[in-house]
């Protein structure tokens, strides 16, 4: 089993910065490709950002391409979400996630944390 605890949500302004961390705990994380994903209100849950466990590949969603940066820290068990230039839209529950699949569906990821309010104002 692995746990993960979300931490860094909150309120910001549009255009500001927020970076959300996810600690891990349990069995070997490092082994696990993890990623991010949002919920917005009456929206599906929905990819943002993923990284392999190995290799140092990484991939996006469209919407936050440019914009958002995921990184692990494999000593601490501790992946992170830069997020820059936020928008109103980038408003949602953010999850971090892991898996032994490196990939987009939330199906391909077997453990998940509860989740971080991100607001970003107007």
């Known amino acids: 089993q692995v746990q993960l605890v979300e931490s860094g949500g909150g309120l910001v302004q549009a255009g500001g910065s927020l970076r959300l961390s996810c600690s891990a705990s349990?069995?070997?994380?490092?082994?696990?490709?993890v990623g991010w994903f949002r919920q917005a209100p009456g929206n599906e849950r929905e990819f943002v950002a993923a990284?392999?466990?190995?290799?140092?590949?990484?991939s996006y969603a469209d919407s936050v391409k440019g914009r958002f940066t995921i990184a692990r820290n494999y000593a601490k068990d501790t992946i992170y979400l830069q997020m820059n230039s936020l928008e109103p839209e980038d408003t949602a529950v953010y999850y971090c996630?892991?898996?032994?699949?490196?990939?987009?569906?939330?199906?391909?990821?077997?453990?998940w944390g509860q989740g971080t309010q991100v607001t970003v104002s107007s």
């Open positions: 349990g069995r070997t994380f490092s082994r696990y490709a």
């Open positions: 996630a892991a898996g032994s699949v490196f990939g987009r569906r939330m199906d391909e990821y077997n453990y």
């Open positions: 990284s392999s466990w190995i290799g140092g590949s990484t």
